[in-house]
Nanobody, 129 residues
């Protein structure tokens, strides 16, 4: 049975750091590229970062480049999002998602959310000024 669990969210002050984790089970996690999305309060969800199934390709949206780092541990079926120098605009619910490696070359940070196959329930990140 598919299961996707995010953790690591919380409340921090501007400039602080958090590391989000996303662990999958019930499917062949290492055959999937993983994307992180976030939904700010009152806004649509937006892509943040993605990593290919093998971990060799990593991409970020411009607003988080240089501050966020995505990585994956194939032995633990887990993807991480290290977030440094957090800003109030980073506030939102963060979701991880999976798309089959057969559907994307590497990963595509511009790929619409509707293309992804599996989703977690999200973890809240709140950054105060």
């Amino acid at each position: 049975q598919f299961r996707f669990v995010e953790s690591g969210g919380g409340s921090v002050q501007s400039g602080g750091s958090l590391t989000l984790s996303c662990t999958g089970s019930g499917f062949d996690f290492n055959h999937y590229a993983i994307g992180w999305f976030r939904q700010p309060p009152g806004k649509d969800s937006e892509s943040v970062s993605c990593i290919s199934s093998g971990g060799g390709t990593r991409k970020y949206v411009d607003s988080v480049k240089g501050r966020f780092t995505i990585s994956r541990d194939s032995a633990k079926d887990t993807v991480y999002l290290q977030m440094n120098n957090l800003k109030p605009d980073d506030t939102g619910v963060y979701y991880c998602s999976a798309i089959s490696r057969a559907a994307v070359a590497g990963c595509d940070v511009d790929m619409p959310a509707r293309e992804y196959d599996y989703w977690g329930l999200g973890t809240q990140v709140t950054v105060s000024s």
